[in-house]
């Protein structure tokens, strides 16, 4: 299987840009997905694929790749996007199964 | 519009069995496979396994195989997942989703609204 290592917290000041990182072997082989979890509900997906948005996800989300590292920048950070993120990305051993980042916690300063 | 709706929550006993639902509707529900989620108290989310509704095919991730079973009924649109003898360590939300995706990565782009799953003596 794999793994995939977020940073646990990390914080931005409204208005000012963040990137949120996950890093893992599998990332050099499929494209990272993202997922923003407010306390209370489920997840929600927010970035897909190679800098995919679905409809609805404000365009201030973007996504990037490289190498072993996937990133979900955040341009002009709102209050509401104080939440948890959680990458997750294809397992490589190829029985269509996934894995999680253990999720950063973002605060909006 | 595509939705997973999930059963409600449960409350049990150590020892207990049960099974938990998630009905699909608003697309085509055996062309899409299906993941459960799990969200221990204040934790992240972990992968359990998923099940192409189509034929069945189910794989489990290594931590939850033979502690859980899942299972789906085409002709009602829905997934399962059941525990025939449950634990404490087994309180948590749990989620289905639908994945979506190709060769490139998945994604998981529909979410049930989880069901919260307490297991205490």
């Known amino acids: 299987s794999s793994e995939l290592t977020q940073d646990p917290a990390v914080s931005v000041a409204l208005g000012q840009t963040v990137r949120i990182t996950c890093q893992g072997d599998?990332?050099?082989?499929?494209?990272a997905s993202w997922y923003q979890q407010k306390p209370g509900q489920a997840p929600v997906l927010v970035i897909y694929g190679k800098n995919n948005r679905p409809s609805g996800i404000p365009d201030r989300f973007s996504g990037s790749s490289s190498g072993n590292t996937a990133s979900l920048t955040i341009t002009g950070a709102q209050a509401e996007d104080e939440a948890d993120y959680y990458c997750?990305?294809?397992?490589?051993?190829?029985?269509?199964?996934?894995?999680f980042g253990g999720g950063t916690k973002l605060t909006v300063l | 519009e595509v939705q997973l709706v999930q059963s409600g929550a449960e409350v049990k006993k150590p020892g207990e069995s049960l099974k938990i639902s998630c009905k699909g509707s608003?697309?085509?529900?055996?062309?899409?496979?299906i993941g459960w989620v799990r969200q221990m108290p204040g934790k992240g989310l972990e992968w359990m396994g998923i099940i192409y509704p189509g034929d069945s095919d189910t794989r489990y991730s290594p931590s939850f195989q033979g502690q859980v079973t899942i299972s789906a009924d085409k002709s009602i649109s829905t997934a399962y997942l059941q525990w025939s003898s449950l634990k404490a360590s087994d309180t948590a939300m749990y989620y289905c989703a639908r994945l979506s995706g190709d060769s490139s990565g998945y994604y998981l782009d529909y979410w049930g609204q989880g069901t919260l799953v307490t297991v205490s003596s």
């Open positions: 608003g697309y085509s529900f055996t062309s899409y496979w």
């Open positions: 599998s990332l050099r082989s499929y494209y």
């Open positions: 997750n990305s294809r397992d490589s051993s190829g029985n269509h199964l996934g894995v």
